[in-house]
């Protein structure tokens, strides 16, 4: 009698578990608990968190992310770390133009260094390169291997006020900063990445901190941290921490994206000052930049 009563309670209680089917929030299928983040009738449910995990019916979205279920990536490297400031370094997924635009795609941000919010968008090794307005290699990397860039079309999706480009490579201590306003586009086949003929400011300095004292130029003829200011020029300013891209002619009519040491027209680098040695190229000095990396950030941050 007793072994029947049991049983026919044990009965009761299953009938009150209803099937999720029919809408019963209180059913718990074999192996799961209350917290299963996948069971859209779970009473502490999430749904499904793409990128984050579930706490207090919410998703905690990743670094990067957002959304209701932390599937929308956000819109830049900046972007990321405004919306979380502990956010490291490392590859990202980004979506300049929000969902239902074009593509995401990955991207390396450098979120540490000179105030954080970078998206390093060309590199370098040890080769000039021919300069593309397309995609080349993979950039979405930590170091810098063969040459690689995002497509012009991907960096000038990302938008500011401003746009700021920090330059660094092995043989300089300082990083040259470059900042113009965001409706001048990257162009990787023109001068200067587009900037020559244009309004800059800049700032040489071995951190962004460091810039307390900027130079604003009207329409530079090319990217020359030594001739971009009217400034006495000693031994110690043409050394390695001069930054200049762009070989032209002797008489400045006939300038074309180039690489000055080899005197490869066509072919682009960045090169150091007359000074640089021992690395300077018999006859020539300005020793290409090896392992460069050029990198963007879209304001308001505050110009260099």
């Given at each position: 009698?007793?072994?029947?009563?049991?049983?026919?309670?044990f009965?009761?209680?299953?009938?009150?578990?209803?099937?999720?089917?029919?809408?019963?929030?209180?059913?718990?299928?074999?192996?799961?608990?209350?917290?299963?983040?996948?069971?859209?009738?779970?009473p502490?449910?999430?749904?499904?968190?793409?990128?984050?995990?579930?706490?207090?019916?919410n998703?905690q979205?990743?670094?990067?992310?957002?959304?209701?279920?932390?599937?929308?990536?956000l819109?830049?490297?900046?972007?990321?770390?405004?919306?979380?400031?502990?956010?490291?370094?490392?590859?990202?997924?980004?979506?300049?133009?929000?969902?239902?635009?074009?593509?995401?795609?990955?991207?390396?941000?450098?979120?540490?260094?000179?105030?954080g919010?970078?998206?390093?968008?060309?590199?370098?090794?040890?080769?000039?390169?021919?300069?593309?307005r397309?995609?080349?290699?993979?950039?979405?990397?930590?170091?810098v291997?063969d040459?690689?860039?995002?497509?012009?079309?991907?960096?000038?999706?990302?938008?500011?006020?401003?746009?700021?480009?920090?330059?660094?490579?092995?043989?300089?201590?300082?990083?040259?900063?470059?900042?113009?306003?965001?409706?001048?586009?990257?162009?990787?086949?023109?001068?200067?990445?587009?900037?020559?003929?244009?309004?800059?400011?800049?700032?040489?300095?071995?951190?962004?901190?460091?810039?307390?004292?900027?130079?604003?130029?009207?329409?530079?003829?090319?990217?020359?941290?030594?001739?971009?200011?009217?400034?006495p020029?000693?031994?110690?300013?043409?050394?390695?921490?001069?930054?200049?891209?762009?070989?032209y002619?002797?008489?400045?009519?006939?300038?074309i994206?180039?690489?000055?040491?080899?005197?490869?027209?066509?072919?682009?680098?960045?090169?150091?000052?007359?000074?640089?040695?021992p690395?300077?190229?018999?006859?020539?000095?300005?020793?290409?930049?090896?392992?460069?990396?050029?990198?963007?950030?879209?304001?308001?941050?505050?110009?260099?």
């Amino acid at each position: 009698m007793r072994m029947w009563i049991g049983a026919f309670a044990f009965a009761i209680a299953l009938a009150g578990c209803a099937d999720p089917a029919n809408g019963d929030p209180g059913f718990i299928a074999p192996g799961r608990d209350g917290g299963d983040t996948d069971d859209s009738n779970m009473p502490d449910n999430c749904g499904v968190c793409e990128h984050g995990e579930c706490a207090e019916a919410n998703c905690q979205c990743e670094a990067g992310w957002q959304g209701a279920s932390c599937a929308e990536p956000l819109t830049s490297c900046r972007a990321i770390l405004v919306a979380d400031p502990a956010a490291p370094n490392g590859v990202y997924t980004i979506d300049p133009d929000g969902v239902g635009g074009n593509d995401e795609f990955a991207v390396y941000c450098d979120q540490t260094t000179d105030g954080g919010g970078w998206m390093k968008i060309l590199q370098y090794k040890d080769q000039p390169y021919t300069p593309t307005r397309n995609a080349a290699g993979t950039i979405a990397t930590p170091t810098v291997s063969d040459f690689a860039k995002l497509a012009d079309a991907r960096i000038n999706a990302v938008h500011g006020n401003v746009r700021e480009y920090r330059l660094n490579g092995s043989l300089s201590e300082k990083k040259l900063f470059l900042a113009v306003d965001d409706t001048l586009e990257f162009d990787d086949t023109k001068l200067g990445w587009g900037m020559a003929g244009h309004d800059v400011t800049f700032c040489l300095a071995t951190d962004y901190a460091g810039c307390t004292a900027t130079v604003a130029l009207s329409g530079i003829a090319v990217i020359d941290s030594l001739k971009m200011v009217s400034m006495p020029v000693g031994e110690t300013d043409n050394a390695c921490d001069r930054y200049f891209t762009d070989w032209y002619s002797a008489d400045n009519t006939n300038r074309i994206p180039g690489c000055y040491p080899d005197q490869v027209s066509g072919k682009r680098c960045v090169s150091a000052g007359w000074y640089c040695g021992p690395n300077a190229y018999p006859g020539t000095g300005h020793p290409m930049i090896d392992s460069f990396a050029l990198w963007m950030r879209e304001g308001p941050i505050g110009s260099p």
